[in-house]
């Protein structure tokens, strides 16, 4: 719950808006929390002086600058930045929400996109949603009370109780990772039906006929494997099997994976994973069976991780750009955030296909 600031009818006590000061409490606050007139009175200085040392240093000599600094280190004062914010319309802090921390695809992302939105005196605020996105709702209501300057979503699937809420919430909207004719406000993304078509295209290019699927249970995987399976069968190819595991996935998913497709009788000469990490698994299952790869059986990952290109065999996959998704997102933050127009509402980044040793 945010707290309005309380003000003194005194002038002596007024304050600069970017450091204010809550109701002072006397030296035995229950709470324990240091305030800024706290740090006054040890420093033996007024509020505002404190104020103008964490706003406006150059308006206080180097000696009081010195002393009011050692004291917030000695005290560990903390401004109350969200108060100011709100004082400003301003907080300075931007949240995401992306589904887990435990899934390299999103860091990689998530990286360029603190880094671009750092350099311009931005905050990014993380929250994790889970798979399925069942707490997104919950989560938005949390962030949103904290007043961010932006949001960034992962994904385009919202509940109609959290668009409303967005759109009431009047600040810029970045979804990620997917592509939709509707989004809420900004896009950076590219169409998940499209990797699972070009994914089918490529493997019956090669000759592959005899499919299967290790598939994670979040929806843009789903929506993969659902495309995957309609090209195929606008192919000519009606029977193929599919694995479906939880997020979020391991080489140990993978490897069970397979165990599970060849003990159920399943022969297939090429499978689809829905992550590098799945493809992994694959890859070590098929070769602790004596199963040689590609010639045996064929593994197709997604996403490029970083360990892909130095699998044995090497590991081909879909490549996305996730660092330049994050920067193009940050970009476009900053920009509506500037009070400039942002031309390309929504971006598609696109993705290849890289072909290596294991197709």
């Given at each position: 719950?945010?707290?309005?600031?309380?003000?003194?009818?005194?002038?002596?006590?007024?304050?600069?808006?970017?450091?204010?000061?809550?109701?002072?409490?006397?030296?035995?606050r229950s709470t324990?929390?240091?305030?800024?007139?706290?740090?006054?009175?040890?420093?033996?200085?007024?509020?505002?002086?404190?104020?103008?040392?964490?706003?406006?240093?150059?308006?206080?000599?180097?000696?009081?600058?010195?002393?009011v600094r050692r004291v917030i280190a000695e005290t560990g004062y903390v401004p109350n930045l969200l108060a100011g914010g709100l004082a400003s319309s301003r907080t300075k802090l931007v949240a995401a929400i992306i589904p887990t921390l435990g899934n390299a695809m999103f860091i990689d992302t998530i990286q360029p996109l603190n880094d671009c939105l750092t350099a311009a005196g931005y905050q990014l605020m993380l929250g994790?949603?889970?798979f399925p996105t069942t707490c997104e709702e919950d989560l938005l209501k949390a962030i949103l009370s904290r007043r961010p300057d932006a949001i960034v979503l992962t994904g385009v699937k919202h509940s109609e109780e959290s668009r409303q809420r967005l759109l009431a919430a009047k600040i810029p909207v970045m979804e990620m990772w997917d592509l939709t004719p509707t989004?809420?406000?900004?896009?950076?993304?590219?169409?998940?039906?499209?990797?699972?078509?070009?994914?089918?295209?490529?493997l019956h290019g090669k000759g592959y006929r005899r499919f299967a699927l290790?598939?994670?249970?979040?929806?843009?995987?789903?929506?993969?494997?659902?495309?995957?399976?309609?090209?195929?069968?606008?192919?000519?190819l009606e029977s193929l099997?599919?694995?479906?595991?939880?997020?979020?996935?391991?080489?140990?998913?993978g490897r069970e994976g397979l165990a599970s497709l060849l003990s159920d009788g399943h022969r297939p000469d090429a499978i689809f994973c829905s992550s590098d990490v799945l493809a992994h698994g694959v890859l070590a299952e098929a070769q602790s069976r004596g199963l040689k790869v590609p010639s045996d059986l064929a593994v197709m990952g997604?996403?490029?991780?970083?360990?892909?290109?130095?699998?044995?065999?090497?590991?081909?996959?879909?490549?996305?750009?996730?660092?330049?998704?994050g920067r193009r997102a940050g970009e476009a933050l900053l920009a509506r955030l500037s009070g400039h127009v942002v031309p390309d509402m929504m971006v598609d980044i696109g993705f290849s296909i890289v072909e290596r040793a294991s197709t």
């Open positions: 719950m945010v707290r309005s600031p309380s003000f003194s009818s005194d002038p002596k006590r007024s304050v600069d808006k970017g450091a204010l000061d809550e109701t002072p409490r006397a030296s035995g324990g929390s240091v305030t800024l007139s706290d740090v006054a009175k040890r420093a033996g200085v007024s509020p505002i002086t404190v104020s103008r040392v964490l706003n406006r240093p150059e308006m206080v000599t180097a000696e009081t600058l010195e002393a994790l949603s889970g989004p809420i406000d900004m896009l950076v993304g590219f169409s998940h039906e499209h990797v699972g078509e070009e994914v089918a295209k490529y290790v598939c994670a249970e979040d929806e843009r995987a789903q929506v993969r494997r659902h495309s995957f399976l309609t090209a195929l069968r606008d192919l000519g099997a599919t694995v479906h595991v939880p997020t979020p996935t391991t080489v140990r998913m997604f996403a490029d991780l970083d360990f892909a290109a130095y699998t044995f065999p090497s590991l081909s996959t879909v490549h996305v750009d996730r660092a330049a998704m």
